[in-house]
């Protein structure tokens, strides 16, 4: 809270909006990834890695920041990062300052750049720990309900032995013949507006356009963000009929599920290793 006040007294809007969305999602979207990502699904990963991915995602974000709003103080005042570095001589400073107004990327870029940095040193500090420290070892069996602490009841079987084809798509044996389709159908998705990228990227890289001027493909333009729209509506209208089913369904069986269920008091959640095998 003393953050988001202090934030908004004094941050002063200065690139588009969006890129101020990803500069300010990069305070917490550029490292969580990887530490979501690294502490549910990999042994290897440790607490020291998560906090030092942390620590250096919020670093680098809040250093855009300040980077950013200096170089809004430069344009406006001439003045080179609000005077604070005139000791190292006033040329010196404003030749930074000039440097930094090339080179500062945006908030976009920023986010990338912090999302990239933050899963290296994640991984890196992981796999030093494990190297020179060798901590034991986080039983991720344990945490997903695998091998011996498997649950009864958890584990959905598909619809048999999955194929190694399959298998390379991650598709597992827990998944059934409409989880398959739901999966490839989602995939295949993706990647045909990643096709339609790149034809349109190649198609208008090779076309001559006489003095920059784009005018006459608005009309392409056009109608294809008319297409794109109108295909995305009505794939919205039948996701939303399919999820709202879906999830009063669900809500459903989850309470009789609870009212028959058995309650464990001493059941906070947290995975202890001291009688791991």
Not at 12 to 25: E, H, Y
């Amino acid at each position: 809270a003393v953050f988001i006040f202090f934030f908004s007294l004094f941050y002063k809007q200065s690139q588009a909006i969006m890129l101020f969305f990803a500069l300010t999602g990069a305070i917490f979207a550029g490292w969580s990834g990887a530490v979501i990502i690294g502490g549910l699904y990999t042994r290897w990963g440790t607490a020291l890695a998560a906090w030092a991915t942390t620590i250096s995602g919020v670093a680098l974000a809040l250093t855009g920041f300040v980077l950013e709003q200096a170089q809004r103080s430069w344009r406006e005042t001439g003045v080179a990062f609000w005077g604070l570095l005139d000791g190292f001589g006033l040329e010196t400073a404003r030749g930074w300052a000039a440097w930094t107004e090339v080179h500062l990327p945006n908030g976009q870029e920023i986010w990338g750049w912090t999302m990239w940095i933050c899963g290296l040193i994640y991984v890196v500090v992981s796999l030093l720990q494990q190297r020179f420290l060798r901590p034991k070892r986080f039983n991720l069996d344990k945490l997903l309900h695998r091998g011996p602490w498997a649950m009864a009841g958890e584990d959905e079987q598909g619809a048999g032995p999955v194929h190694r084809g399959w298998q390379a798509l991650g598709i597992t044996g827990e998944f059934g013949r409409r989880d398959k389709g739901l999966y490839v159908v989602t995939w295949a998705w993706h990647l045909a507006w990643l096709v339609v990228f790149l034809v349109g990227t190649v198609f208008f890289l090779t076309r001559h356009v006489p003095d920059g001027d784009w005018s006459r493909w608005d009309g392409v333009w056009l109608r294809f963000w008319h297409t794109r729209i109108w295909i995305e509506m009505l794939i919205s209208i039948v996701v939303i009929v399919w999820f709202t089913w879906g999830g009063i369904r669900d809500v459903k069986r989850l309470l009789t599920a609870l009212s028959s269920r058995e309650v464990d008091e001493s059941d906070d959640g947290i995975v202890t290793t001291k009688r791991d095998g």
